[in-house]
């Protein structure tokens, strides 16, 4: 928390005792410049000198001259440059409306809260400003194009890092998942979410995936080597499942490299169960005949429905971080969890969380029935090498 004096908080609600309270506590956590307003007209005179990248608002939705929702429109309007933080006595899934409202209208929202304030659950939204600012880098303005990324495949700049998947029950080794990443010589290490949606943009997806592809088994089969063997989950992209020869390929590079086909899931977004439906459960099923698993990924996110989970052979549902990140804390994403993986086990899935973090989720998940987890309470996204190092460790210790 030592970065919050880098910050201007504005508390804006109409209870002066509160904004005592919110007040002290900041200073305790480090914050130096903390301004406290009871109006939206006490606040107007110096909105402009508030309206910067390092500001964080604290708006109550209850306020005397205007409500805090039509204050949410107005930020937008005067294109607001600082995060918002939601406080208010009001039910929470009107908070979370707002919320929703708020990104909706591409305001920076950290996130939204009851009163009283429960200042754990603040400090823990607060925590989310390092992600926010991570999130602030990927959107550097990265001078490449289609024809940079094609050298980039050509020349084997993207490499493969991997996340460590663990039992629930007893924190067992089960797989990974293959994360790709772009070592560009200017700007370094450029995240996936940059140079993927490049490559679908200028048609590269399926090169880019089957490069992945062949870089994982080549890294099986040199795990195979060494005694280890690693069940990988692999993304896809929508376009792939448009490719016929997808189950080939990937059979192909089974008897190159002697893996079995069944240490590979692949998983796709619900996204891409729209569009030519025919040809995608065509290239599905007959990736399911090959004993290929088949996750859907960030599920309850998009466009998920009870038939396509019926209808297609999945063998994994993987439920998106987005409500593994307050399970422990927040009502309505308990229940979103509880019902997915009740969901998965009656159509005999397997469940994966992403994004766990804490020991409280992982205590949540157990009881929950949750199968499988993965986050950075076990490890962080690792290269090839570390994640070795890694995996004889942990075996180590769990045998």
Known sequence: MDKLSNYDFVLLDDDELLLKLEKQF??????????TYQSVKELTPEFQLHNTQNTILLCDLKLPDIDGVELIRQLAQQQFQGYIVIVSGTEHRIIDSVVT?????????????????HFPSFSKILQKLQYKEQQEVVRTPYKIDEKKL????NNEDIFLVYQPKVRVENAKFVGAEVLARWQHAEYGVIPPLIFIELAEKHGLISDLTYYILNKTFQQLAKWQQHNLLVPVSVNISEADLQYIDLPEHIMTLSHRYDIDPSLITLEITESCLIGDVPQRLEVISRLRLRNIGLSIDDFGTGYSSLEKLRNIPFTELKIDKSFIQYVNSSKDDYNIVKANIELAKVLG??????????????????????DIIQGYYYSKPLPADEFEVWLRKHLAIKN
């Open 26 to 35: 900041l200073k305790k956590l480090g914050a130096t410049n903390v301004y």
């Open 101 to 117: 409202m708020a990104k909706g209208l591409h305001l920076k929202v950290l996130g939204g809260m009851q009163k009283p304030i």
């Open 150 to 153: 094609r050298t980039a495949i």
């Open 349 to 370: 899935l397997q469940t994966v969380a992403e994004g766990v973090e804490e020991k409280e989720q992982i205590a949540i998940l157990k009881e929950l029935g949750c």
